[in-house]
């Protein structure tokens, strides 16, 4: 891994996509359309996601020095056909040319990816004119994409001897749930719900079940910090007791009834 260090960001990259041909695009993520950035290695035409590590008040070894309060941006290989599905799928009526399709004001770096997909790996999501990549999404075919993604994540965890989950009973079951759940983060609601028939498991809403450390990276957010939020500190509660004897102190009239008033003791001297 190499490593770019600026003032406020750490980033992580592979040793071989360290050139100056480099760049970093802001995309639409095909999970929920929000902005993610990505890094576009050009001479190797692949793309990474760029992830910032959530961690509060730590610091990082780079090189001779320490670098504190510092975001720490990972970077993991990313298939563009992830991105450019969501895009088929709002055109999957007719065929039409790549380059029509991946047109979007908001993020046109997208365009950047025409030149990371041929026409064979096209044909993995969609048919496919033979010739100037004229194409129509095919969801049956991207279903079945997505059932080969998934494979292939549950045979990389199994190799890696990663746990499915902290109660997992290391199942065949479990590490599917757990790598549809991985592909899932990729792709649309809907493609995700057909993803889990394929395989037979009932959808779960993963975002709730296992907070992450990690959230996409966004350098416009880079220099937001926890640094002036004030925390809200609780007042000391009362023991229960204690707050019920006071409402009993207060509440309780003294019965006087038979008993001297303070100034019967005294009396006036006389002169």
């Known amino acids: 891994m190499a490593l770019f260090e600026s003032n406020d960001v750490i980033l992580l990259l ?3 996509s360290c050139h100056s041909d480099g760049k970093i695009l802001e995309l639409k993520h095909p999970k929920n359309g929000q902005s993610c950035m ?31 309060d ?29 380059g029509q399709i991946l047109v979007d004001e908001s993020y046109p770096s997208i365009m950047e990816l025409e030149a990371l ?23 049956n075919k991207t279903i079945e994409w997505l059932e080969f993604k998934t494979k292939k994540v549950i045979q990389q965890l199994k190799d890696s001897n990663i746990s499915p989950g902290i109660n997992s009973t290391l199942s065949e079951c479990d590490y599917t749930r757990y790598a549809v759940s991985i592909v899932s983060d990729y792709i649309s609601p809907s493609l995700s719900a057909d993803l889990h028939d394929k395989f037979g498991l009932q959808v779960i809403d993963y975002e709730a079940e296992k907070p992450s450390k990690k959230t996409r990276f ?24 204690k707050e019920k004897a006071t409402k009993v102190a207060k509440n309780h009239k003294i019965d006087t009834k038979g008993m001297k008033s303070m100034s019967s003791f005294f009396k006036k001297v006389e002169k």
């Open 117 to 139: 997909v041929t026409e064979e790996i096209l044909s993995s999501i969609a048919e496919v004119k033979p010739t100037d990549k004229i194409v129509r999404f095919d969801k």
């Open 70 to 98: 510092t975001n720490l941006v990972i970077s993991t290989p990313l298939d563009p056909l992830f991105m450019i599905i969501p895009y088929l799928t709002e055109n999957c009526n007719h065929f039409c040319p790549l």
């Open 218 to 241: 966004n350098p416009s957010k880079s220099n937001t910090s926890d640094k002036g939020t004030k925390q809200t500190i609780p007042k000391q509660a009362i023991p229960k007791g």
């Open 14 to 16: 592979p040793e071989k």
């Open 38 to 68: 990505v890094y576009l290695d050009t001479k190797s035409e692949s793309i990474y996601e760029l992830c910032k590590l959530k961690e509060n008040h730590v610091s990082w070894f780079v090189g001779d020095y320490v670098a504190g």
